[in-house]
């Protein structure tokens, strides 16, 4: 998907994080459709890990490049 733009970065030497987050892994495990409103509800759920997660990311690099420095 990105393929392009990780090539051009990588030329500049830039750094690159990518996540994938998945609001309907149960999508076509039972015989009903999930719903628009059950993905928007499970993505809400884990709505504050992802921040966390971001956040800390975040810190590290910040981290890594305040060492760096």
């Given at each position: 998907m990105f393929k392009k733009e990780l090539q051009e970065d990588a030329k500049l030497e830039m750094?690159?994080?990518v996540l994938s987050i998945?609001?309907?892994y149960a999508s076509g495990i039972t015989k009903s459709?999930?719903?628009h409103e059950?993905?928007?509800e499970n993505a809400a759920k884990f709505g504050k890990e992802i921040i966390s997660l971001l956040?800390?990311?975040i810190?590290?690099?910040k981290l890594e490049n305040d060492i760096k420095s």
């Open positions: 750094r690159n994080l998945l609001s309907n459709e999930l719903t059950e993905v928007i956040l800390g990311i810190a590290q690099l």
